[in-house]
């Protein structure tokens, strides 16, 4: 049988580049040799596509903090359109031919937040993972919050300034408002990239000026106090969700270097120990947010769970890290999905998509 070929899309522009790094090397590993052939394309910091004929050539790939992308010369552009050959090498040789579908691993902005999903769909190419309004709005944590509200879907309280009002920022107003301690973050960044807990006003400021560095909008939310609960959830029309499992940061917050430095930073319980109601309903709660910001193929879904059994959704993750101790694979894997059969599916999933919107008519009959 043809082996499907899947371009495996890493690297990007945001801050969460060196993620990206790790996630697509354990995708690569975990790839059914004997059932995909790999296309492997990397984005450098600068935003130009890169083909990798032979491995991923990664510098200080062992070292999550120092990981690196290592720049060819064989750069790439895409063609929008057709139905063969999109990805073209700028040289002129060794063309990269069709490829089936693409595997986006991108975190954070120009790769999880719609920009390269549009992208790919001008390109007439299947892809792994949210669409462009799922990928938009789940990256954008204040367009998140304002439409799980309006679907009744707890969330903490919060606030949101833009950049050209940052002088209206008072911090009297915002403890007055959230109390204190509270968390600034970007609103449109993830692992937990520029975000700060706040406890006074020294900090407050030295937290806004942090949070403008990744994004000219940020969000100011309230702490709410509880256990930090996952569940991943896959599918398209008809989605199912995972085990939930539990964060334990052994820091003030599941901050970056826990989540991908520092093995140590924090404990993660896979599944969490909760009764089985209560596991049913931080499933059908997963659901009804994947389902409320048009998310498909996959995503990760966080929570607070409060002592008095409350839940409150915190955020959705539509491209998760896939590193090894990441939390999706991990949660697939404990309720029976292992790594290998859930990129099977996440490929299906997409080539699935694919054909059910190439038959929507494009024409008008008259």
Same mark, same amino acid.
């Given at each position: 049988?043809?082996?499907?070929?899947?371009?495996?899309?890493?690297?990007?522009?945001?801050?969460?580049?060196?993620?990206?790094?790790?996630?697509?090397?354990?995708?690569?590993?975990?790839?059914?040799?004997?059932?995909?052939?790999?296309?492997?394309?990397?984005?450098?910091?600068?935003?130009?596509?890169?083909?990798?004929?032979?491995?991923?050539?990664?510098?200080n790939e062992n070292s999550p903090a120092s990981i690196k992308l290592n720049p060819t010369g064989r750069l790439l552009a895409l063609i929008p359109g057709g139905e063969n050959g999109q990805i073209i090498c700028l040289?002129?040789?060794?063309?990269?031919?069709?490829?089936?579908?693409?595997?986006?691993?991108?975190?954070?902005?120009?790769?999880?937040?719609?920009?390269?999903?549009?992208?790919?769909?001008?390109a007439n190419l299947p892809f792994v993972g949210a669409g462009v309004v799922g990928s938009a709005v789940g990256m954008d944590k204040d367009v998140m919050k304002r439409l799980l509200k309006a679907d009744g879907i707890?969330?903490?309280?919060f606030l949101v300034f833009d950049y050209g009002n940052r002088d209206q920022i008072s911090f009297d107003e915002v403890k007055s408002r959230l109390g204190l301690p509270l968390f600034v973050k970007p609103a449109n960044?993830?692992?937990?990239?520029?975000?700060?807990?706040?406890?006074?006003?020294?900090?407050?400021?030295?937290?806004?000026?942090?949070?403008?560095?990744?994004?000219?909008?940020?969000?100011?939310?309230?702490?709410?106090?509880?256990?930090?609960?996952?569940?991943?959830?896959?599918?398209?029309?008809?989605?199912? +969700? *995972? /085990?939930?499992? %539990?964060?334990?940061?052994?820091?003030? =917050?599941?901050?970056?270097?826990?989540?991908?430095?520092?093995? #140590?930073?924090?404990?993660?319980?896979?599944?969490?120990?909760?009764?089985?109601?209560?596991?049913?309903?931080?499933?059908?709660?997963?659901?009804?947010?994947? +389902? *409320? /910001?048009?998310? %498909?193929?996959?995503?990760?879904?966080? =929570?607070?769970?409060?002592?008095?059994?409350?839940?409150?959704? #915190?955020?959705?993750?539509?491209?998760?890290?896939?590193?090894?101790?990441?939390?999706?694979?991990?949660?697939?894997?404990?309720?029976?999905?292992?790594?290998?059969?859930?990129?099977?599916?996440?490929?299906?999933?997409?080539?699935?998509?694919?054909?059910?919107?190439?038959?929507?008519?494009?024409?008008?009959?008259?």
């Amino acid at each position: 049988m043809k082996k499907i070929r899947v371009g495996i899309l890493f690297g990007g522009k945001s801050a969460e580049h060196e993620v990206s790094l790790q996630s697509a090397k354990n995708v690569l590993a975990a790839l059914d040799k004997d059932k995909y052939e790999a296309v492997l394309i990397g984005i450098d910091k600068n935003g130009r596509w890169h083909w990798y004929q032979d491995s991923m050539d990664l510098l200080n790939e062992n070292s999550p903090a120092s990981i690196k992308l290592n720049p060819t010369g064989r750069l790439l552009a895409l063609i929008p359109g057709g139905e063969n050959g999109q990805i073209i090498c700028l040289d002129g040789e060794n063309a990269l031919g069709q490829i089936d579908v693409i595997f986006p691993i991108l975190h954070g902005p120009y790769g999880e937040d719609g920009t390269v999903q549009g992208l790919l769909k001008l390109a007439n190419l299947p892809f792994v993972g949210a669409g462009v309004v799922g990928s938009a709005v789940g990256m954008d944590k204040d367009v998140m919050k304002r439409l799980l509200k309006a679907d009744g879907i707890p969330i903490a309280d919060f606030l949101v300034f833009d950049y050209g009002n940052r002088d209206q920022i008072s911090f009297d107003e915002v403890k007055s408002r959230l109390g204190l301690p509270l968390f600034v973050k970007p609103a449109n960044m993830g692992s937990s990239v520029g975000i700060s807990k706040v406890s006074d006003e020294k900090s407050f400021e030295a937290a806004i000026d942090r949070a403008f560095q990744y994004d000219t909008k940020i969000i100011i939310e309230e702490n709410i106090r509880g256990r930090e609960i996952e569940c991943s959830v896959l599918g398209n029309e008809n989605p199912v +969700a *995972s /085990l939930p499992g %539990e964060i334990l940061p052994q820091a003030e =917050f599941y901050s970056y270097e826990a989540k991908y430095i520092d093995e #140590n930073g924090a404990v993660l319980k896979v599944p969490a120990k909760l009764p089985p109601d209560k596991v049913k309903e931080i499933q059908e709660l997963s659901l009804r947010t994947y +389902a *409320s /910001l048009c998310c %498909e193929g996959m995503a990760r879904v966080d =929570f607070f769970l409060k002592d008095n059994g409350e839940l409150v959704v #915190n955020e959705i993750n539509t491209i998760p890290g896939f590193t090894r101790i990441s939390m999706y694979p991990k949660l697939w894997e404990a309720t029976g999905l292992n790594y290998s059969q859930l990129i099977d599916r996440l490929i299906d999933l997409a080539l699935k998509r694919y054909e059910r919107e190439k038959a929507l008519k494009t024409n008008v009959d008259l």
